[in-house]
């Protein structure tokens, strides 16, 4: 089901939250009319969920992951199987590094890097030209060589960046990350353009299985603050995905609590990613979202 296009007016009440839109979105309309923005090309997301995936002890099923990323792949290709959109994504002669985040408390879930590196090499790449990494990998002699990267981790909150997004899940790519710490990390996407990264990454997937809403302090966790939403989001654009995501997050804060409560600090590093960084698109009316499984409590 392919949701309508969304006015300006809907994501100010639907959207990442009142103060939250209302000091970001102006930024994306700048100079445009909003019938030009309405025309513009969109960018496609896919949101797929699917209530089996977790068992009764919440770790994810091997064989609905699997699932999900087929069906979700094809939707976003185009393609009629997965494996047409593998073969769009990787060759055999890259050298792909898979960027997952190993925060203790909620990590890239081991069955979807198994997941991503079996069909990478179903793709012909070489067990031995294929990384699977977080910290380190500016070390890291897979991903030194990277000519692709696929880009995987948990939505949460977060401390510095106010959400835990895939575009601060390159952070590692730089050698000092507390000093991308300021004005809360809003300029993370330029590390995107740094040479390390620049143009490699090929697919983007915001975990959204059992994301954290809302936390305090620097490694605060609570698993009251978790639910199964039993989620993922699939874009080649990462501005694109995080701005779905986050989304998805206010409006759970707000059923949560009853009020409108925008994260804090503020997750600007998205909508800065695309007004002052250009590196995708934030704006609801610029996206294509493509839901697909299970809709009950969607959020979106």
């Known amino acids: 089901m392919k949701k309508r296009a969304i006015t300006r007016r809907d994501f100010l009440k639907k959207g990442a939250g009142l103060p939250l839109a209302c000091a970001f979105i102006p930024g994306v309309f700048e100079g445009k009319s909003q019938q030009q923005v309405q025309q513009t090309p969109k960018v496609r997301v896919v949101l797929i969920r699917n209530k089996d995936i977790l068992d009764d002890k919440g770790k994810p099923r091997y064989e609905v992951i699997e699932k999900m990323m087929g069906e979700g792949l094809c939707e976003l290709f185009g393609t009629s199987n997965p494996q047409e959109a593998w073969r769009q994504m990787i060759k055999a002669d890259d050298v792909v590094g898979i960027k997952t985040n190993v925060w203790n408390y909620l990590p890239t879930p081991k069955e979807l890097e198994d997941y991503l590196k079996k069909r990478v090499m179903e793709c012909g790449v070489p067990e031995e030209n294929i990384a699977i990494a977080d910290r380190g990998v500016l070390s890291h002699p897979v991903f030194q060589k990277a000519t692709a990267l696929i880009n995987a981790r948990p939505a949460r909150t977060h401390h510095w960046s106010g959400m835990g997004s895939c575009i601060k899940n390159y952070i590692q790519f730089v050698p000092r ?95 800065l990613a695309d007004t002052r960084h250009h590196l995708g698109v934030s704006s609801p009316a610029r996206i294509e979202l493509i839901k697909l499984g299970w809709q009950e409590g969607i959020l979106i």
């Open 177 to 271: 990350p507390y000093e991308w710490h300021g004005d809360s990390c809003a300029d993370l996407a330029k590390i995107w353009f740094l040479p390390e990264v620049k143009g490699k990454t090929r697919l983007n997937i915001l975990v959204m299985l059992t994301p954290l809403f809302h936390g305090i302090g620097p490694h605060h966790f609570s698993k009251q603050y978790t639910w199964p939403y039993c989620g993922l989001i699939l874009s080649q654009d990462p501005v694109a995905a995080d701005a779905t995501g986050l989304r998805i997050l206010q409006e759970k804060r707000k059923e949560y609590f009853g009020e409108e409560r925008p994260l804090q600090p503020v997750p600007h590093h998205i909508f």
